[in-house]
């Protein structure tokens, strides 16, 4: 879980005594066996108290994204949204639908003599070329339909950030539920990757890409909402 961020190697822990007093620190591996990266020492116990402030602001951006996508869906555009993109599969899948029937005509046309078929293969063709469209678009709409319905609803990853934005300790527990990878830097700078991450960043989009279209303020905020988010913390 912790790594070196510059050569990506594991950070090994290593105690020391001064003056009576034990400490512990983290260090690369790649600088303790072949002195191939630098040592990017920390303390642990600043290690830990950096990662839990990151935590805790992790928690409250993910609140802030939870309470802004509420709003979002509180708005009109966004029921419009969801009618229209409903409206646009209908319409694309009786397109589906009357090509079928097209194609099954035309079947019927060459059985009783009205068309030859070298005239039915080219009319069949060209029919099941829009019908190739018509359900390619019905099914793009439909993944577009589903992220927007998706987006209305609970994030019940996020309610499991929120039950620990309390917490005063990063337990091994809470650090292996919620912590993908934590990245050390030579200036002692952390790169906290949180799990849930991808879709972190999906939701983020989503604001953003409403915001960008149909600019909104958050009721109470004196500012523009949709760009207030981080995308990582560090």
Known sequence: MLACGDCQQNMVRNGVTQKGKSYSYYMCFSNRTEKSCTSHRINDTKLEAAVLAVFHQHVANLMNAERILQYINSLPVKRNEVRQTDNLIN???????????????????????LIDVEEYKERKSAYDEKLRQAENAAGKLRAEY???????????????????KDITELTRPIAVTFIERIYVYENKRIEVVFKYQYDYERILDYIQSIHAAHPFRLPGDGQNNGSRLERSVV
């Not at 589903?146 to 620990?164: N, P, Y």
């Open 91 to 113: 319409q694309k899948l009786a397109e589906v639908e009357r090509y079928n029937r097209y194609k099954t005509k035309l079947y019927e046309s060459m059985v009783d003599g």
């Open 146 to 164: 589903d992220a927007l319905r998706k987006s209305t609803g609970s994030h019940a990853w996020i309610e499991q950030f929120k039950r620990h």
